[in-house]
């Protein structure tokens, strides 16, 4: 356990990173994602395989992407490819885990990365769901990593970008998404969020040090599933912060 100082990004990051199974392979998106597969590729996950939407994958991430389609994404990798390859290759079932961010979320896991409010008389317009559509449609399982607010955790998203489980049990399927696939798990600033398999519904899996349950809940725009025993998530350890700091994120980019 470290006794130095951290982020509530930094927390972010080395949670998200623990989540990475090693031999896995996974969708990487631009920012804190990219940061979490590093640190998973340097301590839990050593045989991680990285896929970035442009193209890259299999990269050595020896130094931190600027964003999903440059040179870093390809550096060393199993292949050159582009956008249409990657998304078919999640299509065909060859995609483990995709990470996803967004402005909303709903209870269950559904994303809205477009507009705030009516879409054609938005209060506000987002940058868009770019791939979070297909990689939320295609790949086994999603990680949603969000700041935990009640603005963005809503009883409905005003739009659904990236399908979650849709409106609960069987709603994937019916739509015509691949069984058996669907978001696995929420990061946020306050806890760590799976799903109860009953419900389809976000449930608090663990908090994070120094958060409460009633903190959580007072974020939170809906009623998440409370299990019989909530964890705890470990703070980063130091060599955890280490790595962050001097080898993956020393310019402070996304950090």
């Given at each position: 356990m470290s006794e130095q100082p951290y982020s509530k990004n930094e927390l972010m990051i080395c949670v998200a990173a623990r989540l990475f199974e090693d031999g896995t392979t996974c969708f990487i998106g631009t920012g804190i994602?990219?940061?979490?597969?590093?640190?998973?590729?340097?301590?839990?996950?050593?045989?991680?395989?990285?896929?970035?939407?442009?193209?890259?994958?299999?990269?050595?991430?020896?130094?931190?992407?600027?964003?999903?389609?440059?040179?870093?994404?390809?550096h060393k990798g199993?292949?050159?490819?582009?956008i249409c390859d990657t998304m078919e290759t999640a299509q065909r079932g060859f995609v483990d885990y995709g990470f996803l961010g967004g402005a909303q979320i709903d209870p269950y896991g559904n994303l809205n990365s477009i507009t705030i409010g009516d879409h054609d008389h938005p209060k506000a317009r987002l940058p868009g769901s770019g791939g979070g559509n297909d990689v939320g449609s295609s790949c086994w399982q999603t990680i949603a990593i969000m700041q935990h607010q009640k603005r963005r955790f809503v009883p409905q998203v005003d739009v659904v970008t990236t399908p979650g489980y849709l409106t609960g049990?069987?709603?994937?399927?019916?739509?015509?998404?691949?069984?058996?696939?669907?978001?696995?798990y929420v990061v946020s600033t306050l806890a760590l969020m799976d799903y109860d398999p009953g419900t389809r519904r976000m449930r608090l899996k663990a908090l994070n040090p120094g958060v409460t349950v009633e903190e959580v809940v007072g974020n939170t725009g809906f009623d998440l599933v409370m299990p019989g025993e909530i964890g705890q998530n470990a703070p980063p350890s130091a060599e955890e912060l280490r790595l962050l700091r001097k080898e993956i994120d020393p310019e402070g980019l996304y950090i």
């Open positions: 994602p990219m940061l979490a597969a590093m640190l998973a590729a340097k301590t839990t996950a050593p045989n991680l395989v990285p896929i970035f939407e442009f193209g890259g994958m299999g990269a050595i991430l020896e130094d931190l992407p600027r964003a999903v389609g440059g040179a870093r994404t390809f199993l292949a050159a490819s582009g049990p069987g709603a994937r399927e019916e739509a015509g998404l691949p069984r058996g696939t669907g978001p696995a």
